[in-house]
């Protein structure tokens, strides 16, 4: 019996009405669990009129009451900590611990959000000019929506409708068809912490749903994360529709290992970095990059049999699992076209995962662990995101070539240097041209408050998620200017007002 999910409409569930569907699967065993509603234009548009007809009293609602919604809701995250973690891994695949660390990820950046009274006050000068006081306040956009990928779906919804709706606005959430079931419980959630129905709406689909978001002339702004083609298309659609747009894309991380640094450190992190969550992570490592010969040839030594050892099996075998399948049949088809293309273009597949088979669970889509060494930059699991459990390592002689390599990749979301050397670590962090960088850390995810973003092809639009930002974002600025007690009683004025 497979489920059939549903929307979240003005605090219940509704069913689909377009007729169309995306199968669900548990990625473990293969199978089609879940039915997913894929919204048509009619259902997106009722969904943004509860939202607009709700706004308006949440964001005369005052910050300290918003804020208490997401107190409550932090609250209900950790009571449901277990329940949430299991659905996740049934849809996703990873690891229960690796699924609670999702739901820990969203949740801190809900805490974050409790400082919104703080996070929005404004400016103020006072006696700007004679008896003139001058203000600045920041005031949310109305309605915005948010369109989330499959790898983190519990953190990514939270990293967009927690600031959005702390700082008064309503959202639409479209989450991934592929695993819809954790943002329609973290709804529940926010309705149980108080959360006024219509203010936060999931509408589940695919393309059809997404361009409706794009198209809406009430939905003043659209955050997006998933891969960099579909980044590009939804920023371009959404500005031309006069929106603001913040897409987050693609990645390749580097990792630079260089001859100082601490070579089991460097594997541990390049194991843990590149393998968990199979490899499905926007900040997993995907290429090492050994400096020099010695290093390459002591690094690939070590890595190998960590890589060969790593343990493989369905979230439901326990707590040591280093990761489970990745999301689906195409995806595995795809890992597995690209490591062929690796090894018919020249590269030495050292450690070779495409043969693995999980007993008793066949039908499921995993795929072994592969480490690949002598990789160039003109090879294609090179150029191309794989997004699988799959390292490739590109020897360079020299810390300039390292640079110089990641410098010139098309993607610029997260990359690490592993050296013992204050000077070299100094000189990476000034100069590469990457969003996030870790000394000795290999996924520098920053926290709640600092923001997350890459450069290049891994990002589009101006201002980063959560921290900081993620309030720029979901407001806009008013500056009023005002003179009392006298006004314009003194007479008209008829040049330019300037402040002498
Ligand atoms: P995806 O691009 O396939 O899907 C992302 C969202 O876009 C989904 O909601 C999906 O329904 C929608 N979508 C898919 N095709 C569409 C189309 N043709 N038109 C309009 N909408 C469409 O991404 P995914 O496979 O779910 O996620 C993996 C990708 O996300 C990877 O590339 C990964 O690097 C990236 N990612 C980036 C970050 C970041 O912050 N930079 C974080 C997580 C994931």
Redesign the pocket.
């Known amino acids: 019996m497979t489920i059939e999910l549903t929307h979240w409409i003005n605090g219940k569930h509704v069913k689909g009405t377009s007729g169309r569907f995306a199968d669900v699967y548990n990625p473990a065993t293969g199978e089609v669990e879940k039915k997913c509603p894929l919204a048509s234009v009619e259902e997106l548009n009722a969904a943004v009129e509860g939202a607009k007809a709700a706004q308006p009293a949440w964001a005369a609602t005052n910050p300290q009451r918003r804020a208490r919604v997401l107190m409550e809701f932090v609250r209900l995250l950790h009571r449901d900590m277990d329940k949430l973690a299991e659905a996740l891994s049934r849809e996703h695949g990873k690891t229960l611990p690796d699924a609670k660390g999702d739901v820990i990820r969203g949740l801190e950046v809900a805490e974050f959000c409790i400082g919104a009274p703080h996070l929005l006050k404004g400016e103020y000068t006072d006696g700007a000019g004679p008896g003139i006081d001058m203000y600045s306040m920041r005031q949310p956009l109305g309605v915005a929506a948010g369109?989330?990928?499959?790898?983190?779906p519990a953190m990514?919804p939270m990293w967009k409708f927690c600031p959005a709706i702390a700082a008064g606005n309503a959202f639409i959430l479209?989450?991934?068809?592929?695993d819809p079931s954790v943002p329609l419980m973290l709804a529940e959630l926010m309705q149980e912490a108080g959360l006024p129905d219509g203010i936060l709406q999931v509408v589940n689909?695919?393309?059809e749903?997404?361009?409706a978001i794009?198209d809406h002339e009430d939905i003043a702004a659209v955050g997006?994360?998933?891969?960099?083609?579909?980044?590009q298309?939804?920023y371009a659609r959404g500005c031309a529709a006069g929106k603001r747009v913040q897409c987050?894309?693609?990645?390749k991380n580097h990792m630079v290992i260089m001859p100082d640094a601490d070579l089991d450190q460097a594997v541990d992190a390049l194991v843990g970095a590149g393998y968990g969550a199979a490899g499905?992570?926007?900040?997993?490592i995907s290429v090492a990059v050994p400096v020099g010969k010695e290093t390459a040839d002591r690094l690939i030594e070590k890595l190998a049999p960590r890589v060969e050892a790593l343990k493989i099996a369905p979230y439901t075998a326990g707590d040591d699992v280093d990761f489970g399948p990745v999301?689906t049949a195409e995806?595995k088809r795809r890992i597995l076209g690209l490591v062929d293309k690796g090894v018919e273009q020249g590269a030495k597949l050292v450690v070779d995962g495409r043969g693995f088979v999980m007993q008793g669970y066949e039908n499921g889509f995993f795929v072994g662990a592969c480490l690949f060494d002598n990789v160039t930059p003109d090879m294609d699991i090179y150029k191309e995101?794989i997004?699988g459990p799959v390292l490739s390592t590109v020897r360079v002689n020299s810390y300039e070539e390292a640079l110089n390599l990641v410098m010139t990749n098309q993607y610029g979301?997260g990359t690490a240097i592993f050296t013992r050397d204050g000077d070299a670590a100094r000189d990476y962090c000034a100069r590469v041209n990457v969003g996030m960088v870790g000394v000795n850390v290999p996924i520098p995810v920053p926290l709640a408050y600092h923001t997350?973003?890459?450069w290049k092809k891994?990002?589009f639009g101006d201002l980063n998620?959560h921290g900081p930002d993620a309030f720029r974002f979901y407001t806009r600025t008013k500056t009023v200017t005002s003179r009392w007690p006298s006004g314009i009683k003194d007479g008209a004025e008829f040049s330019i007002p300037t402040m002498r």
């Open positions: 369109i989330t990928p499959f790898n983190f990514i479209k989450p991934s068809e592929r689909g695919d393309k749903a997404v361009d794009l997006f994360v998933g891969s960099t083609p579909i980044a298309y939804v987050f894309g693609g990645a499905e992570r926007c900040m997993a999301v995806a995101e997004f979301n997350f973003g890459g891994s990002a998620q």
